[in-house]
């Protein structure tokens, strides 16, 4: 019986001193884990040749964040390009460190603003009206393009199609680039309804793309049936690839409706926000705004005033009077 208690007694010492040994070896390795895992990771890729990446520790930076998010009315990949030289110029002035956040939908983008995780955001009129009323979202300015600051909902088809107009896509696959989407689905589903039509019935497949120029080149190539897309969007992607034109087919248009803005949320510093605001509304006024102003493809940034902020949106807010997107 003392045989036996020694031996009990034993295991338990050797499986407490196995545990304490074993939480000491993990807590220090946390310990080295933490002490040499860098904040930050700098890609020394480039013109290197071997198979072996090389890589740096680089300071964070102190600079305090301007966060960015960017719905996705063009896809990542179009997006940052192009915006990238207009985050670096207002950075730079205010001394701030743009950080872009993409996200895959229009609502997590106004999730973002609306719980105060990013400061500015560019974002589509639906959503911006959305916003407004649900937790006071602010528009900053919006972009002129070509001399207008409306934009228009194009109903396109592949060029072969026979279709003529939206009703003759009953039972196909369509797509559109968000459920929220004034311009993508929208404006089509109102069309539809008040017609006598259930949207949600009336194709066969309903494709979310997810930007609007991927909903674009699934019409180009056959993918799809038809889409409603943004014109901004579709009038740029003609702009670069002009033989695009030639496999798509404009079968219907919205009426305009104001400008998809920039907006910031409720929560922001007042005095950031007017220091934005006039960073933007006087870019074109130097050479070097001006030319990534240029570089963008837009004349200038304003900000409406109350009457004309009314009249830009008024449209939009009386789709979402009429539309529940649940």
């Known amino acids: 019986m003392l045989h036996r208690r020694f031996v009990f007694a034993l295991l338990i010492i050797i499986f407490v001193i196995a545990g304490i040994y074993a939480t000491m070896e993990l807590s220090g390795q946390n310990f080295l884990n933490k002490m040499y895992t860098p904040a930050k ?121 026979s279709a003529a107009s939206l009703l003759d896509l009953r039972g196909t696959r369509f797509a559109s680039c968000d459920i929220i989407s004034q311009s993508g689905w929208i404006y089509p589903a109102l069309w539809l309804q008040e017609r006598g039509h259930n949207p949600k019935k009336f194709f066969s497949e309903h494709i979310i793309s997810g930007s609007h120029d991927r909903a674009i080149q699934a019409v180009a190539s056959g993918f799809v049936d038809g889409a409603a897309v943004q014109s901004l969007v579709y009038d740029r992607m003609i702009e670069e690839a002009p033989g695009l034109a030639n496999k798509i087919k404009i079968i219907g248009a919205s009426s305009e409706f104001g400008m998809p803005p920039l907006v910031v949320n409720p929560k922001m510093d007042p005095h950031l926000k007017e220091r934005l605001r006039e960073l933007l509304v006087t870019m074109d006024e130097g050479p070097e705004g001006e030319k990534i102003l240029a570089g963008m493809g837009i004349d200038r940034f304003e900000m409406p005033d109350g009457d004309m902020n009314a009249i830009l949106y008024n449209d939009v807010r009386k789709c979402a009077d009429l539309w529940n997107p649940q």
């Open 41 to 161: 990771w700098v890609n020394l890729d480039k013109d290197y040749k071997g198979g072996i990446q090389k890589r740096v520790v680089a300071p964070v930076s102190t600079a305090p964040k301007l966060r960015i998010a960017m719905a996705p009315i063009m896809s990542p990949e179009k997006n940052l390009p192009l915006y990238r030289n207009l985050f670096k110029y207002l950075g730079e002035r205010l001394g701030m460190e743009p950080v872009v956040i993409h996200r895959t939908s229009y609502s997590e983008i106004n999730d973002l603003l609306q719980y105060d995780n990013c400061e500015i955001g560019f974002i589509c009129s639906y959503p911006f009206v959305l916003g407004e009323r649900t937790y006071g979202l602010q528009l900053l300015a919006i972009p002129r393009i070509k001399g207008k600051i409306t934009y228009r909902s194009l109903i396109i088809v592949p060029a072969a199609s």
